[in-house]
C-alpha cells in the first residue's frame, strides 16, 4: 500500500463501505462511512476492540447535531454552536434515522466536528458521517503522527490518508486555545460546560504528569488522547469511543 492515498481514492473506499485511515484534529483515525457501511463491526475487527464501547461519528457540519439527535437540549446546541469544529463530542439520543447497529447500548450517539480539513473533506465527499476510532489497536497509545499508526493495522485498511503535520497537538494546548479565543463570551448559560470542561483539564493534566512509559499505561493515555465529551443525559463524563 502507498503511504498517501488521495482524498479521491480514500472517499472511494469510504463509499464502498470500506475502512481507511486519516488524521483528524486530535489523533489518526480509522473510520468508516455510516449509511454506506452496513455496520461499524470492521472497525472492531481491526482494532480488536470491545463490542461495549460503541464508535464516535465525526460529522461535517453543525446542524448533523440536530439531524442524527433526538430532543437535543439548548445546552448542547449552544455547546455545538462555540466550540465546533473542535475536540468536543456530544453525546446525545439517537434520532430515527441512526442505523441501529451504530448506536450505543444505551439508543445514544456521539457526535463531534472535527477542525481538521482533511477529514471535514472526506465527509463531505462521501456525504455521510465518520464513524470513527482512534487508528490503533486496543489498549496501545493513539498515534499524533503517521509514523505512529501500526503498520499491521494499515494493512487492513482499503485507503490511507496521511498528513505531513501531526495530526492534532497535546489536549491541553487545544483548550487553551479554545479558551483564550472564547474568553470575553458570557458565561451565563454556559456554567455547567465550562465546569465540567474544567474538571477534565484538571484531571486529564495531572494524569499526564503520573503517566509512566510502560505498557500498563497505554489504556490510560489512550483515553487522554480522546476530545472533551459531555453527555447529555447525565451532564459531564470524561468518557470517550
Not at 439548548?74 to 455545538?80: I, R, V
Not at 481538521?116 to 493513539?142: E, H, M, Y
Request: charge should be positive; charged fraction near 20%; proline fraction near 6%.
Amino acid at each position: 500500500m502507498k503511504q498517501t492515498d488521495s482524498i479521491e481514492k480514500t472517499a472511494a473506499a469510504l463509499t464502498a463501505g470500506k475502512p481507511v485511515v486519516f488524521p483528524t484534529d486530535t489523533v489518526y483515525g480509522i473510520g468508516v462511512a455510516v449509511g454506506l457501511a452496513k455496520t461499524p463491526q470492521v472497525i472492531f475487527d481491526v482494532k480488536r476492540r470491545d463490542p461495549d464501547k460503541a464508535i464516535p461519528w465525526l460529522v461535517g457540519k453543525k446542524s448533523a447535531l440536530s439531524f442524527y439527535g433526538a430532543d437535543v437540549p439548548a445546552y448542547a446546541l449552544a455547546a455545538a454552536e462555540k466550540f465546533w469544529p473542535g475536540p468536543l463530542t456530544l453525546i446525545v439520543k439517537a434520532a430515527g434515522n441512526v442505523p441501529e447497529a451504530f448506536r450505543a447500548e444505551n439508543g445514544t450517539i456521539a457526535l463531534r466536528m472535527p477542525n481538521d480539513p482533511v477529514a471535514l473533506a472526506l465527509i463531505d465527499r462521501v456525504g455521510f458521517p465518520l464513524a470513527t476510532s482512534s487508528a490503533n489497536f486496543q489498549g496501545k497509545t493513539p498515534a499524533h503522527t503517521f509514523d505512529e499508526v501500526d503498520r499491521e493495522l494499515l494493512g487492513q485498511v482499503a485507503a490511507v490518508n496521511t498528513s505531513l503535520r501531526a495530526a492534532g497537538g497535546t489536549l491541553a494546548s487545544q483548550w487553551k486555545e479554545y479558551f483564550l479565543s472564547h474568553m470575553l463570551l458570557s458565561l451565563h448559560g454556559f456554567r455547567r460546560l465550562f465546569c465540567c470542561a474544567f474538571r477534565l483539564f484538571c484531571r486529564r493534566e495531572r494524569a499526564g504528569r503520573e503517566l509512566l512509559p510502560h505498557k500498563s499505561n497505554a489504556a490510560r493515555r489512550e483515553k487522554m488522547a480522546c476530545p472533551f465529551v459531555i453527555e447529555t443525559a447525565t451532564g459531564c463524563t470524561g468518557r470517550c469511543g
